[in-house]
């Protein structure tokens, strides 16, 4: 395993544990996509977001991998700060390492500006898919009361 892939798995395992404890041994440990598809989907995105971390901080290609991981953490109900913590994780972790071999083993030196930039993305992202889940919420109370009244008109007096 070269190194950034040991920091992606370090990501991934540090992500996991902000989980429950019987939800993050599966979450860092289970391979299979079809046995742990949140697992699949946090590893995915998680090395898109390395990568994009590193390069060029494309926001097209940001967007697309922070979409899954906090779509599903607002369904799942955390909150701004939870879903967003998993960004956070990383500052210590690529601290750990020391500069020299965070630069040499991404290319590039990722600094907190960079991680501050993710971070701040990752906020937006989270309103919008809060703004989102209301919206289909109140779609749904909508129509729930609209079969409701249908149903209460049919009733014979």
């Not at 993050?24 to 898109?48: I, T, W, Y």
Request: proline share 5%; charged share 25%; hydrophobic share 45%.
């Amino acid at each position: 395993m070269n190194a950034a892939e040991t920091i992606l798995e370090l990501w991934i395992a540090r992500t996991a544990e902000s989980y429950p404890r019987h939800a993050a041994a599966l979450l860092s440990q289970e391979k299979d996509p079809f046995r742990n598809p949140v697992g699949a989907l946090l590893r995915q995105s998680l090395s898109r977001l390395l990568r994009e971390l590193s390069g060029e901080m494309d926001a097209t290609a940001i967007d697309s991998a922070l979409d899954p991981i906090i779509r599903l953490q607002v369904v799942q109900g955390f909150s701004p700060d939870n879903a967003v913590r998993f960004i956070s994780l990383l500052k210590p972790l690529l601290r750990e390492l020391g500069p020299e071999q965070n630069s040499a083993v991404l290319g590039v030196r990722i600094d907190d500006a960079r991680i501050g930039q993710l971070a701040r993305m990752a906020v937006d992202k989270y309103a919008q898919c809060r703004e989102q889940l209301a919206r289909i919420r109140a779609n749904e109370v909508r129509r729930a009361n609209q079969v409701q009244q249908r149903i209460c008109a049919r009733r014979p007096a």
